[in-house]
T-cell receptor, first 116, second 119 residues
Framework: EPEVTQTPSHQVTQMGQEVILRCVPI?????FYWYRQILGQKVEFLVS????????KSEIFDDQFSVERPDGSNFTLKIRSTKLEDSAMYFC??????????????FGSGTQLSVL | AQKITQTQPGMFVQEKEAVTLDCTYD???????LFWYKQPSSGEMIFLIY??????QNATEGRYSLNFQKARKSANLVISASQLGDSAMYFC????????????????FGPGTSLSVIP
């Protein structure tokens, strides 16, 4: 079964540094998402992306965050200047091209980000 | 405002018994979708079952069924014949959309219920 791939699985960084989390969505999917989960708790929506632009973003997704689809396959989340509270598991997800309320999200296995 | 409520932070069930995990939601959209995901200790998010707001029948997928009560805005997950491998976090989620001011581009999750299956 096709899957969403995320790299790296773990990322350790110093506070104030920039990090880029990478995702390869399922190839025929056109809707992409980033979520984060702190300490195994609630799964929080960050941003959705369609047709090379942000569709929706949450209040968490401030100016420190950006997303990009640089080459037609990768989907990246950049955090410009990391803070301690950015430490979390970051999940990438995608859904099928038809969109619609019934389209389930396919999740990657996540990147555990630790900010020291 | 909390759109998805899961009132049971933790649940225990005896192996082979059935268990119901509660989920209530809040939306003014007539068109929405409801999902349940399982997250085992390994961390991946596994899709279990989907219910559309216009679906006439409750969704079923193997041992999983969804008790959808639209008027009460509840979408409880029922797991029959629990197995040890069912021990995990379970998240209820909703995708709103279809109106002029909303889109289908956001799925929001509830706080989750931790299920432990006892041998």
């Amino acid at each position: 079964e096709p899957e969403v791939t995320q790299t790296p699985s773990h990322q350790v960084t110093q506070m104030g540094q920039e990090v880029i989390l990478r995702c390869v969505p399922i190839s025929n999917h056109l809707y992409f998402y980033w979520y984060r989960q702190i300490l195994g708790q609630k799964v929080e929506f960050l941003v959705s992306f369609y047709n090379n632009e942000i569709s929706e973003k949450s209040e968490i997704f401030d100016d420190q965050f950006s997303v990009e689809r640089p080459d037609g396959s990768n989907f990246t989340l950049k955090i410009r200047s990391t803070k301690l509270e950015d430490s979390a598991m970051y999940f990438c997800a995608s859904s099928e091209e038809t969109g619609g309320r019934g389209e389930k999200l396919f999740f990657g296995s996540g990147t555990q980000l630790s900010v020291l | 405002a909390q759109k998805i409520t899961q009132t049971q932070p933790g649940m225990f069930v005896q192996e082979k018994e059935a268990v119901t995990l509660d989920c209530t939601y809040d939306t003014s959209d007539p068109s929405y979708g409801l999902f349940w995901y399982k997250q085992p200790s390994s961390g991946e998010m596994i899709f279990l079952i989907y219910q559309g707001s216009y679906d006439q029948q409750n969704a079923t997928e193997g041992r999983y069924s969804l008790n959808f009560q639209k008027a009460r805005k509840s979408a409880n997950l029922v797991i029959s014949a629990s197995q040890l491998g069912d021990s995990a976090m379970y998240f209820c989620a909703m995708r709103e959309g279809g109106g002029m001011e909303t889109s289908y581009d956001k799925v929001i999750f509830g706080p989750g219920t931790s299920l432990s299956v006892i041998p």
